[in-house]
């Protein structure tokens, strides 16, 4: 034992070299997560990023104008559609009724009308044989009132002639006679030519009446035919065709279901162009401005980029448009960041890729300030 402690002190063993790897891996390591940790700084501070956005599309609600039951249903799930498609065909049995109501109406107003201007016409010819009576009435009257001025005439010389006894008594009798059958005449004459100016009054009455009837089945008339126009509209609805060209969605109904007027059936996801509505915090808005670039990456389509531009913003935030936005008077406040839709829209999109591109996609969005 001693010996052994002699030895090792006569003759010292020589001290193991530490390992310089450790070392030289960590500061490598510092390094490397010091030169990305810095880029992504710099990068940071040029850009802003998200990935709460999603593509998305024109929808074109299928509803129904009118109520009514479904017949039949021409498209299926998925299907593509051309602007005009028949859609769905409604039971069409009440319309068709209210077609032909509205037609016979439209006929028996017109027939009022013809009936009103024969009417107007038989006054006109009333009118006209009036006017001639009371001219000859006047002309009449001018006749008696001519014979009663030579009677009175006559009558005023044989009263001279009868105080001379120039002439019998008799003779002037005759004169005096005469004289009262001319006033008489005259008398009957004016209260006949007052008769047919009454008859005249009514039968421009019975005219005016005439016309005004024509006025109104003539209003008649054209209410019918707007009706009639109106029932051909309803009868219309009752095939709904594709407002625009694109793909069904799900079909919901059936045949025989009975859909109320304004029920919104399914939609069609108009076939015309896709765009990003990405959701950034309000944080990052402060520098972001429309035109700015943007970089897409969606999730369905990893390692493949698609370039974008920032084209608008909303005009308020997502939860001022839920069901039930925050109302922060309520005295339980809590403040959260609020996040405001960004719309962004492809830039160079071919066609063909734009049709694998579907509403509702993953994506990440980042733009460069």
């Known amino acids: 034992m001693e010996n052994n402690v002699e030895n090792e002190e006569l003759f010292p063993q020589p001290k193991k070299k530490k390992s310089l ?6 500061a490598v390591l510092i390094l490397v997560g010091g ?3 810095y880029r992504y700084y ?3 501070q040029s850009h802003e990023d998200t990935d709460d956005a999603q593509i998305a599309a024109n929808l074109s609600p299928v509803i129904s104008k009118i109520s009514g039951y479904v017949n039949e249903i021409k498209v299926k799930d998925n299907q593509f559609v051309k602007k005009g498609d028949t859609l769905i065909v409604l039971d069409n049995t009440d319309q068709k009724l209210m077609v032909d109501q509205a037609k016979a109406a439209l006929g028996t107003a017109q027939s009022n009308i013809s009936g009103a201007r024969a009417s107007s016409a038989a006054a006109g010819s009333n009118i006209n044989t009036s006017r001639a009576a009371v001219v000859t009435a006047n002309s009449q009257i001018e006749a008696a009132r001519v014979n009663v001025r030579r009677t009175s005439q006559d009558l005023g010389r ?5 105080k001379d006894h120039s002439i019998t008594q008799q003779q002037y009798d005759v004169a005096l006679a005469a004289k009262q059958t001319a006033d008489a005449q005259l008398r009957v004459l004016i209260d006949q030519r007052n008769q047919i100016s009454q008859q ?30 109106n029932a051909k509209q309803q009868l219309s609805y009752t095939v709904i065709v594709a407002a625009e060209d694109g793909y069904v969605s799900k079909v919901n109904i059936q045949s025989g279901q009975f859909v109320q007027a304004g029920a919104q059936l399914f939609s069609i ?24 670039n943007v970089e897409i990456e969606i999730d369905a389509y990893p390692g493949k980029k698609f370039q974008g531009v920032v084209s608008s913003f909303s005009p308020a935030t ?6 039930l936005p925050p109302d922060n008077a309520s005295g339980n406040f809590v403040k959260v960041v609020q996040r405001l839709p960004v719309k962004i829209t492809f830039k160079n999109l071919d066609e ?5 591109l579907f509403a509702g996609m993953n994506v990440k969005v980042t733009v460069d300030l």
């Open 42 to 44: 710099k990068f940071s």
């Open 269 to 292: 996801i108009v076939d015309n162009s896709k765009w990003v509505v990405a959701n950034f915090k309000e944080t990052q808005l402060t520098e972001m401005t429309e035109g700015q």
């Open 200 to 229: 005249t009054g009514v039968v421009n009455s019975q005219t005016a009446a005439s016309s005004e009837q024509i006025g109104v089945a003539t209003s008649m008339a054209k209410q019918k035919e707007v009706e009639v126009e």
């Open 21 to 26: 790897l450790f070392p030289i891996l960590l």
């Open 318 to 323: 997502g939860s001022t448009f839920s069901i």
């Open 35 to 37: 030169f990305f940790g």
């Open 158 to 162: 044989y009263a001279n002639l009868v």
């Open 352 to 356: 063909k890729t734009e049709k694998k």
